[in-house]
């Protein structure tokens, strides 16, 4: 497993898997190693048997945490044969160790909003503060246009699935949501914005693209008066490990979060093959849990990745596994990055301050719905951007979702965020260029309303 790499950091790109417990199989005697393992376990159906815990105490596990919902769960064991004990019962879809499959931060954001029942308050907000002249990726997306019509509402919660999120920071103190924060690494939700805390950097990051405060200080975040919760799913060390990001999305969905941000791809291999039986039962279970989330209304925005890889049309991969020696390997379309291909996830690239794609940015048709600012340091450098890195997160963009005169839902807010040349109303996938304009999206919710 890896660290963050530096170019994984420049991008602002925008998956939570789930648990499920085991039917019965005839008790064995497993050889011990001495060192549990967390396991993720997939039933065919999506769905748990009344006998689940106890087959997997059978096979010599215990059950950490399980999500009825999609039927997978989470377990916990030291037996060296546990895995091939439980795939002998035929209920059983796929079984697997998590401990080689964190994920990666890759710098992105996603926003989510509850379905809260207060009523919309839109307060513009100046951009003033003392680094807002260097925030060349918001002027690009037009907010300053958009904050003379509102700063977003504090009604709306964006969930940040990432490495949490330092609550104290001034920027982001007062837009912290406590209620909805929750620490999901070890696979078990720990609610709270103390537990939600950053040991890592990179959540805080992220939370301040999407919400910083205009306050005086600091930068102003895409939507600035919306409340923020940081769903931690990456460790101090940012990884990602699969029953962390099953946790996050359930938690998402079950709290009607509407949209998230995913900034990580999962370790060790940046494709994850459906025809390897161990790498399948992972993406199931990410799969699954991400179409819960999404079946509750949640927007799911996720990074294309950092790799310049046509996600339409792969055909190898090199930088797998990335927790030993990578060794080159022959990838299909069986093989998919997630979360940014499972379906009906809002796919993400990045451009420099030029408007020209990143050097780094991964894109492929029906891959990529939509392009942001995330800089580009090699062939983009500007006076307005002489460092590269830009800061843009789609997550406050999505926060607008409840302006009046936006309709709530994921079609009606892909059809918004995706501005084409020529302002094709719908989703600008493929080969077309979407690119996130703020205001434009504020003047047309006016206009819905008859409002100048």
Sequence with gaps: MGRIHAPRRLAILASIAMVALLLAVPG?????????QTYLVVFKAQALPSNAAASIKAAGGTVVNSYPQIGVVIAQSSSATFRSTVMRNGSIQGASATAAFATHVS???????????????NTP??????LSGLQWDMQQINTPGAHAITGGSPSVVVGDIDTGLDYTHPDLAANVDDADSVNCVSGVPVPGKVAAMDDNGHGTHTAGTIAAAANGIGIVGVAPNVKIA?????????FFFPEAVVCAFMWAGMHHIAVTNNSYFADPYLFNCKNDPVQRAIWIAEQRAILFAESKGTVVVAAAGNEADDLAHPTQDVTSPDDSTPITRTVHNSCAVVPVEVQGVVGVTADGNLMQKSFYSSYGVGKADVTAPGGDSILQLTAAAPNGPGALDLAGVAAYRDVPGITKGRGRFRSDLLLPTGDVDGVAACGRRGRVDRKRRHHRARSRRGEP
């Design 230 to 238: 940081g769903i931690k799913a990456g460790n101090a060390d940012g």
């Design 107 to 121: 710098d992105g954001v996603a926003s989510t909003q509850s379905e809260a029942s207060s009523p919309v308050v």
């Design 28 to 36: 064995v005697r497993a050889a011990d190693t001495g060192v549990a």
């Design 125 to 130: 907000v100046s951009d003033t503060d003392s």
